[in-house]
């Protein structure tokens, strides 16, 4: 029996195992949204902005193993659903973005509505098609899906032309995929896997820097289970946070321009580093020289090789799927029976214990004024650690991933590589609904709330109870730092004037809102927030902060891993990175 | 340094352009680029000459690999091959300049291949460096207009470029 190509993008989605569909109709759509009318395999999320949608299915991913999707119409609806893709490609997210377009004798036209959604996607996807035949519907589905999840995961964009939707195919899911042009790697090269098992096992002070790759390829057991046979230090990078328990003693915190004192020092003066899907990224190593200028040995394990010596040429490329290779690695380590010369690891171990010690993340209470970084710490306590916190782009973001401990990969859930104002909320939905169970928090600033607020309305309606913390300062904080830093305190179009009412707007919106001013009401609000009495309910918390409080540590642009400026209580550290004075110098 | 890749990709609508792409929006250089399908339809071949240190066009070629389309890539100069370029240069020919272009048509083995009273059109095939020093060696005063296909390359021997 023939079906229309809409029905065959529902039946599609269904074999999938698709459960939600972020989207919003329009003209090009249309017949697709009928098609979704009559059939109740999926629901439908309506969102209130394309962007919105785009991030739902992106956290709907990020905070699952499934394959979020988001629908869109041509023109508008496709590029406001641009800075969504953007977000997604630049954390490697796998995700299928379905756009409408214009009926395929109208295209080139300057139709209604009509954009070049494969033009304009290109340079921000793992991969686009255009449809323009209903018999290619099913299987370039199919491929979409495989395309997005497989290899180095990323968004895949399926522009459906209008008449396409309305054409008559039989229809016929693949069971699989060959594409010859495409074959993703996923074991590493033997050779290679013995040689950086060797440099390890030879190191005085290995370590191992974790990224998003191995939170996207679900390597956190193998992960952990080889950071601890080698009783070896680590870090994760903001994207790989909760890859690796956030509060193990192994662990030395997030690395990079707002990582820890302990964590870039090691990073400097490592001499065997395993990078394990992170891809040296400039707001991790900012200058290559210097990094590279305290001698050292890489290994890095990637399944992208284009990651592999794009920004820091390495030793040892291992190209494959973290899983794999760890497990091989973990395996022989077994094998060989052997771990690094304790004494050399005991030496590196009290050297970071002295770097460790000087607790750079610690803050000025304060009785008067909320400082931002109590209300993070005390989310977690009061979450018991276990909340799925998402964060918009600021300062609050820095804060939410130094204070907020995460030990389950998947549970923060941030735009790294775009740094995307607006992701917070509407990914707190799409989070949501994947773990339906789960508390959801959204670490937000009363900048970033705003590029997406009209979200509120979707919380609404599908019932997301998710708890929004604002930490509210009155400006955008994360510029304002960088203004007060770098250019003269003139603080230039970052201090928001007008603020909305936030309690109001998310009391219009059916919530419940909350401002608190005084550092005693921080916890009870907290408790109340996350109360079995509200447990249905969105709360918004609008936290008035210190305005004046910045992000520490903080690696600036152009400087060296070692050249952190410190907070006030480590001012007399500077420059002097060894205490007990042993010359890392010359030891390589 | 300059290198000639030669790139087996599906052929696809849409294909050129994500090589194109990846090129501008990396900031990578193309100096030429030649496509055209194979004996085998649903294949293309490229031909692109760039430049760039190692590490750049390490880059290239490993980016150029993660385009869905591409099947293979490979970087000509790391090993012997043959080089190619086919350029049409329109030439005034007039007086004694007839007799001195007919001359150097020959000796770079280039064909006349149109004859006008006033104008010849030279064809001619070889590295983009002799299409160069035929440019060099010539009157540039009498050159009318020059169209060059851009280099095109092939392993030498057994090395083959195939799925
Ligand atoms: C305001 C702001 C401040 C920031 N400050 C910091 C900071 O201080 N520290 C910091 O770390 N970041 C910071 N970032 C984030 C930064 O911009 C990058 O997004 C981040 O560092 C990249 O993380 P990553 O290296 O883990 O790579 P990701 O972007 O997560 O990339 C993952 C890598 O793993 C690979 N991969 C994926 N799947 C697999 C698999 N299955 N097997 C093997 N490999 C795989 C991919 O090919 C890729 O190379 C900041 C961002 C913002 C907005
Ligand atoms: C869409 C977008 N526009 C601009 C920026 C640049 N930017 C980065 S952080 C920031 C300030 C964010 O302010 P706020 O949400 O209040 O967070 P705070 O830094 O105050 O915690 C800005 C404007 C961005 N990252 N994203
Ligand atoms: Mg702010």
């Known amino acids: 029996m023939q079906i229309s190509g809409a029905e065959i993008v529902v039946r599609c989605l269904q074999e999938e195992g698709v459960e939600f569909v972020f989207g919003y109709p329009g003209g090009a759509v249309l017949e697709i949204y009928d098609a979704i009318f009559r059939q109740d395999a999926f629901k439908h999320v309506l969102v209130r902005h394309e962007q919105a949608a785009v991030h739902a299915a992106d956290a709907y991913s990020r905070s699952s193993d499934k394959v979020g999707v988001a629908l869109v119409t041509s023109g508008p609806g496709a590029t406001n659903a641009v800075t969504g893709i953007a977000t997604a490609y630049m954390d490697s997210i796998p995700m299928v973005v379905l756009s409408g377009q214009v009926s395929t004798p109208a295209i ?125 230090p680590c870090t994760n990078t903001l994207m790989g946070l909760g890859a690796y328990p956030g509060t193990d003693r192994q662990f030395l915190g997030m690395l990079g321009m707002h990582g820890t004192y302990e964590a870039n020092m090691a990073m400097q003066y490592c001499d065997v580093l395993v990078a394990v ?128 401990r995460y030990n389950r990969p998947k549970q923060w859930l941030n735009s790294g590589g775009l740094g995307t104002m607006g992701f917070g909320l509407p990914a707190a939905i799409g989070a949501q609904l994947a773990n339906p169970d789960a508390q959801v928090a959204c670490i937000t600033g009363e900048g970033s709330i705003q590029m997406n607020i009209q979200e509120l309305s979707t919380a609404k309606q599908y019932h997301t109870p998710v708890k929004v913390v604002a930490l509210n300062n009155l400006y955008l904080g994360m510029v304002r730092q960088w203004q007060e830093f770098f250019y003269g305190t003139r603080y230039s179009e970052s201090y928001m004037d007008s603020l909305p009412d936030f309690v109001k707007i998310a009391e219009a919106y059916g919530h419940v809102g909350f401002k608190i001013e005084k550092p005693s009401d921080v916890e009870p609000v907290l408790r109340e927030a996350f109360s079995p009495a509200l447990k249905e309910r969105l709360v918004f918390m609008d936290f008035r902060t210190d305005q004046s409080e910045n992000v520490f540590p903080m690696v600036q642009n152009g400087k060296g891993l070692d050249q952190m400026d410190l907070p006030p209580h480590m001012h007399k550290v500077q420059g002097v990175p060894f205490e007990n004075n042993r010359d890392y110098g010359n030891m390589c | 340094m300059r290198h000639i890749l030669s790139i087996l990709l599906e052929n696809e609508a849409g294909a050129l352009s994500r090589v194109v792409g990846l090129f501008s929006a990396r900031g990578y250089n193309i100096d030429s680029l030649t496509v055209s399908t194979t004996e085998d339809p649903t294949l293309s071949r490229m031909t692109i000459v760039t430049h760039g240190s190692e590490d750049v066009i390490e880059q290239i070629t490993k980016q150029l690999n993660k385009l869905i389309e591409v099947v293979k890539v490979i970087d000509l100069n790391e090993s012997e091959h043959i080089e190619r370029e086919m350029m049409l240069t329109k030439v005034r020919a007039t007086g004694k300049d007839r007799e001195e272009m007919k001359r150097m048509a020959d000796i770079f083995r280039g064909r006349i291949i149109d004859v006008t009273e006033k104008t010849y059109t030279i064809e001619l095939t070889g590295t983009s460096d002799k299409l160069n020093a035929f440019i060099e060696a010539i009157d540039r005063t009498v050159i009318l207009e020059t169209v060059r296909t851009g280099a095109s390359g092939i392993g030498r021997g057994e090395r083959v470029l195939k799925i």
């Open chain 1, 277 to 404: 899907g992170a891809r040296f990224d400039d707001r991790v190593v900012s200058v290559p020289e210097h990094f590279l200028s305290q001698p050292k040995k890489i290994i890095h394990i990637d399944v992208d090789p284009s990651s592999i010596a794009k920004r820091v040429k390495v030793d040892v490329p291992i190209v494959g799927d973290v899983k794999h290779v760890l497990r091989e690695m973990i395996d022989l380590l077994r094998h060989q029976g052997t771990a690094p010369n304790p004494q050399h690891l005991s030496d590196w171990w009290e050297t970071i214990e002295s770097w460790r010690k000087h607790d750079c993340l610690l803050y000025t209470p304060s009785d008067a004024l909320i400082k931002p970084q109590y209300v993070v710490q005390k989310l977690y306590e009061i979450t018991g650690g276990n909340a799925i916190v998402t964060s918009d782009v600021g300062q609050h973001q820095m804060w939410a991933a130094q204070y907020y």
């Open chain 1, 108 to 232: 080139g036209l300057d139709a209604f509505q009509e954009v070049d959604m494969v033009g304009i996607t290109r340079p921000c996807v793992k991969h686009n098609f255009l449809v323009k035949d209903v018999a290619e519907l099913a299987d370039t589905i199919k491929k979409a899906f495989y395309i997005a999840k497989t290899g180095r995961p990323g968004p895949v964009v399926v522009d459906i032309p209008k008449d396409v939707t309305q054409a008559l195919a039989e229809f016929r899911y693949p069971e699989s995929v060959h594409i010859r042009s495409y074959v993703p790697v996923t074991r590493g090269h033997p050779g290679q896997i013995k040689k950086a098992v060797n440099l390890l096992l030879e190191a005085k002070r290995p370590y191992v820097y974790i990224g998003g790759g191995a939170v996207q390829g679900n390597a956190s057991a193998e992960v952990t289970e080889f950071v601890r046979m080698l009783g070896v």
